[in-house]
């Protein structure tokens, strides 16, 4: 969340770059400083109230010590009516206080003043293009080349759960399970990430933590009456790893991966992307997580960036990277960058990766700190990435290494995992 401190002293510049993203989260504002203000003022006048209780109680003392029982009386009726009073600042206090909570887990994070402005993803600038689209004459899809190869039954997934989920069998789980560990073990051995196995069950505010909720309750997978969901993400339960915690400055960064099934019920995406298992409900996805000394975040984020780029390089498949402008960027991002791979068979790009900035949003939601070399506590700053998602790596990796004979090459580096060159 943000800061009420900055809020209160810069509403006016915040209040125009929160404008920037659309909608009218810069509105509510006016509302948390008047909300504020009503606390504060509330409890200055209870701190007044109880030093003049104070006083009073003294004097209660000192009369009845010198037998004045009827003038202690009437100090004691005051003393009482100040007692109500009290409770009546503390009631106002603690309503404001509670919709102070709410508006500001409401209010999305600034885009960075480096942000490109814009309205929606028409606006989000192309960074740079690494390597060719392959030339396919007439491609095939990867539903048609699943079906061809028997990877993946749509069928079975339908059968055993509903829409928006698949099995894979025999050489496609094989191919799955291959990328995951490739994924993994790249992340971990070459660019110095500790791998972490975590749950995939997660409480309420571990999810608030990480700007999941309460925004986009609708799209994820509650249990025990949302006390508890399914992950949506691994950044939720290996980011929240560190929250409630004093790092020192030596520890930082963190830099960890993970790798977990994802949940979402994708509300609101009907129509969008449904075709095979380009958008599911359930799927594979290796996570990049770190928590960084603020000043060095931008830095990092362009590092951790590369780190999922490398992936697709490695694999050589044909990608694109964009920047989010402010009315695209995600809650909780402050910079982010989007890496879409090329799929031939839909003739278009597709978002494998997200790769953000957060500043302090997430870290002010879960009391996640590090010590200066001061010796001060400071909100720590984090960022996260995917490395990369596995539908959309999956669909690309079939559709741009099939082959005229309908065949598909496995690219060198993963064929170790995978244990062919070829599926064929």
Known sequence: M?????IREHADTIKERLATRGGDAHTLIPELLTCDEIRRRAETQKQTLQSERKQLSKQIGALMGQGKADEA??????????????SNLDAESETNDARMTELLMSIPNIPHIDCPVGADEDANPEMRIWGEKPEIKEPLDHVALAEKHGLISFEDGTRITGSGFVVYRGRGARLERALIQFLLNTQSEEHGYEEVNVPHIIKRECMEGTGQLPKFEDDMYGIEENSLFLAPTAEVPVTNLYRDTLLKADDLPVKLTAYTPCFRREAGSAGR???????MHQFDKVELVQIVEPSKSIELLEELTGHAEAILQKLGLHYRVIELCTGDIGFSSTKTYDIEVWSP??????????????????ARRMKLRYKDADGKNQMCHTLNGSGTALPRLYVALIEQYQQPD???????VLAPYFGADKIS
């Open 345 to 362: 068979g839909q003739n278009k790009y597709l978002e494998v990766s997200s790769c953000s900035n957060f500043g302090d949003y997430q």
């Open 273 to 279: 992307d449904n075709r095979g298992i380009i958008r």
């Open 2 to 6: 943000l800061d009420i401190k900055a």
């Open 406 to 412: 309908g065949s598909i090459l496995i690219p060198e």
């Open 73 to 86: 009386e009437s100090i004691k009726e005051q003393v009482h009516a100040i007692g109500e009073n009290i």
